[in-house]
């Protein structure tokens, strides 16, 4: 089993930026991939990066690239995201997400899941 918990979602002005972490606990992550999705209301929750644990590789959804950045503190089993230049539409719950395959897109390959944090990015 592994525990995700996420924080630092909160109400930022658009422009302005947030850092996501994504606490990890319960394995060795050492093989997993570490992803961050939204779920905003009325739409389907949409992947926005990932990061391989091992090697540090990234993917990220075309929108954000250039303005988020995922990274992972092997010390303290922390992923993070840093959110620049936020946009209205950003808004959404964002979920941290783990699975043992190599950068997945699609939610349905992630076995593991935080509550989620909310993200208001008012205009």
């Known amino acids: 089993q592994v525990q995700l918990v996420e924080s630092g979602g909160g109400l930022v002005q658009a422009g302005g930026s947030l850092r996501l972490s994504c606490a990890a606990s319960?394995?060795?992550?050492?093989?997993?991939?570490m992803g961050w999705f939204c779920h905003a209301p009325g739409k389907e929750r949409a992947f926005v990066a990932a990061i391989s644990w091992s090697s540090g590789s990234t993917a990220y959804r075309d929108s954000v690239k250039g303005r988020f950045t995922i990274s992972r503190d092997n010390a303290e089993n922390m992923v993070h995201l840093q959110m620049n230049s936020l946009k209205p539409e950003d808004t959404a719950v964002y979920y941290c997400a783990a699975d043992q395959k190599f950068l997945p897109r699609d939610y349905s390959s992630y076995r593991y899941w935080g509550q989620g944090t909310q993200v208001t990015v008012s205009s």
């Open positions: 319960g394995r060795t992550l050492s093989s997993y991939t």
